[in-house]
């Protein structure tokens, strides 16, 4: 059953490494500037942040002071990619390769400055300097990490114009193709899966638990780590008139480490309630919660720039942080046995629809 848990839980985690670590989108990755990449990776990044905040609830405990219920199984869920989030345009400072520099020279109309050859020439290594030696203002525009494969990233430089010896010499405006494409085309749920360990009950109070070490799914993603708890507790126990639903406060956290390229942060807390029909095996639990979640995730790359002084590498590192905040959440259970199954809705500005299969006892 872990092989089986593990082997799921990484579809996702598969998926993160690959921008990293897969050798064609990892150079795909260093030809862009920190403003494009967070552009580039902000809807694996929301939608990374919503899907590891579901699946800890499908039920409060119960409001008892001691009891035994084990909860093992897995946890499915993934997070709606909206259709305006496939593609993306962002004004950001870039500095030109030496290849990018000499298709700006180019395109000058140098014959209408009635320049001699030499004069020219000094102007075009003068020019050359320039765009080599700092940076400029560009639109950068393109698919995103889940845009289409067949577009690229494209850099455009408006037309503009430099001073040379008081003559004013125009450049015109000029696109270079970045070869950065979409990985992840129609990927309209994004998926995620882990395993999952619920253990209760003592003062009202249950720990949940999902774990997966220092394992190595594909050469090219590298050593994963992952570890997130929660809590939940219902304050009922202490009534000595019980309430007709379970009630319980949660809090969850959760870190997750791949390699030295990624690293993220999910915490969420609320309040939840769930009410079970018919008898201890063979019952309906419908649940309900209302809580504030938050992710952060930490991306690290190379970003590699040629110029006529040689090729650079400086790392590049930024966090990206979800854009969910509340969150209401909406599910169904249905226990057989000891088989338990259960189907959720999480609305928030990105919605996730979870689900698992579990063993309780």
Known sequence: MYRT????????????????EGQNINESLQQL????????????????????????????PKAELYGLDIQIGIV?????????????????????????????INSVDW??????????????NNLRVLLLQNVFPAQITGPTVIGSKKDQVRIILQQSQYNYQGQQIYIPQTEFST??????????????????LTVGTLFGTQLTLRWVPNVTFDPSVGKVNYFGFGIQHNPLVWLMSPLPVDLSLGFFWQHLTSG?????????????????????????????????QNS????????????????????????????????????????????NLNIDYNVAKFSTLGGGISFLF
Not at 6 to 19: A, C, P
Not at 111 to 119: D, I, L, R, S, V
Not at 179 to 196: M, R, S, T, W
Not at 304 to 329: A, V
């Open 5 to 20: 848990t593990t082997k799921y839980t990484f579809i996702l985690l598969f998926l993160f490494s690959t921008i990293s």
């Open 296 to 339: 952060t995730s930490t991306v690290s790359y190379d970003l590699i720039q040629t110029t006529n002084f040689g090729t650079t590498s400086n790392r590049i590192s930024f966090d990206m942080k979800g854009e969910n905040s509340s969150k209401f959440l909406i599910g169904l259970a249905f226990r057989l046995g000891v088989l």
């Open 179 to 196: 070869n950065v494409k979409g990985v992840l085309e129609d990927y309209n749920i994004l998926p995620f899966a882990a395993p999952q």
């Open 111 to 124: 014959a209408q400055y009635n320049m001699t050859p030499e004069e020219e020439q000094n102007a075009q």
């Open 260 to 292: 030295d390229y990624l690293e993220s942060t999910a915490t969420e807390f609320g309040i939840y309630a769930s009410k079970t029909f018919g008898p201890t095996y063979t019952n309906v639990t419908p649940y309900v919660g209302l809580s504030y």
């Open 33 to 60: 500037t920190e403003t494009a990449a967070r552009e580039y990776l902000k809807p694996v990044g929301n939608g990374f942040g919503a899907n590891l905040n579901t699946g800890w609830v499908t039920r409060s």
């Open 76 to 104: 499915v869920m993934g997070a709606f990619m909206p259709s305006d989030s496939k593609s993306f345009s962002v004004t950001g400072n870039v500095q030109f390769t030496a290849s990018q520099a000499e298709e700006i």
